[in-house]
């Protein structure tokens, strides 16, 4: 199975640590936090595919950031899953009143949640049919989460898969860093400018190793442009 990454919001740590085992044994790639308010931060450094969240949590309540997500224009898309204790009826409602895509009652089985969680990736098209984006040898693949050169797989990590799938869809122009964080990570999301040139960096090193240097350019005073041309 390809990559996707899970971030698991979760106070209770033989909970979280079991979520993690169970994700990884199956072949997700596990962010693993115990408050809202440290996955909130998490959410800065990367998007998860999905969030795997507890309704009962210290500080901000799972159901409450549930709700701010749903309303925040760069992170309503995020597909959520509830993690609840509680079976009655009107919480499970309340659940997905509050956005939530599906819930879990604990305890459950992991082969449940499993698939629960590979069904909600479909139904939010994460797990619908391969789109390959092709530019010159360089193939991105956004079902497989997988980027190519010249067959050999480039260890990217979310953000940067991203970005290069921002530039490979947008060659040739040159984008300012406020503009990549429009375009990456979503505008409502708290970064600072230079979290894109750290990415940016990362991205090159790998690219050189696979000796395309050129192929993502600084413009001086501007920003950064995708140029498949120049490799
Ligand atoms: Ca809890």
Redesign the pocket.
């Known amino acids: 199975m390809s990559k996707y990454t899970v971030l698991i919001v979760?106070?209770?740590d033989a909970?979280r640590e079991m979520l993690v085992i169970i994700l990884e044994q199956v072949g997700f790639q596990v962010v693993a936090v115990s408050s809202a308010e440290e996955a909130q931060k998490a959410l800065a450094d990367d998007f998860p595919d999905l969030i795997l969240l507890?309704?009962?949590?210290p500080g901000m309540s799972g159901v409450e950031w549930a709700r701010r997500l749903k309303k925040d224009e760069s992170c309503k898309t995020l597909p959520i899953i509830l993690l609840t204790?509680r079976g009655e009826e009107e919480d499970k409602v309340n659940g997905l009143d509050c956005g939530a895509d599906d819930y879990v009652t604990k305890p459950f089985s992991p082969k449940e949640l499993i698939a629960r969680i590979k069904a909600v990736l479909r139904r939010s098209g994460k797990m619908n049919g391969s789109t390959l984006i092709v530019s010159g040898d360089l193939v991105l693949d956004t079902e497989q989460h997988s980027l190519m050169i010249a067959n050999k797989p480039l260890d990217v990590s979310p953000t940067e898969f991203r970005l290069m799938q921002f530039f490979m869809t947008h060659p040739d122009k040159v984008y300012s860093r406020t503009q990549l964080l429009d375009q990456v990570w979503g505008r409502s999301v708290y970064i600072e400018e230079r979290t894109v040139d750290v990415h940016i960096r990362r991205l090159r090193k790998i690219l050189t190793e696979h000796a395309r240097e050129n192929l993502v350019q600084t413009v001086r005073g501007f920003g950064y442009r995708f140029s498949p041309q120049q490799d």
């Open positions: 979760e106070d209770e909970i507890d309704w009962m949590l204790a």
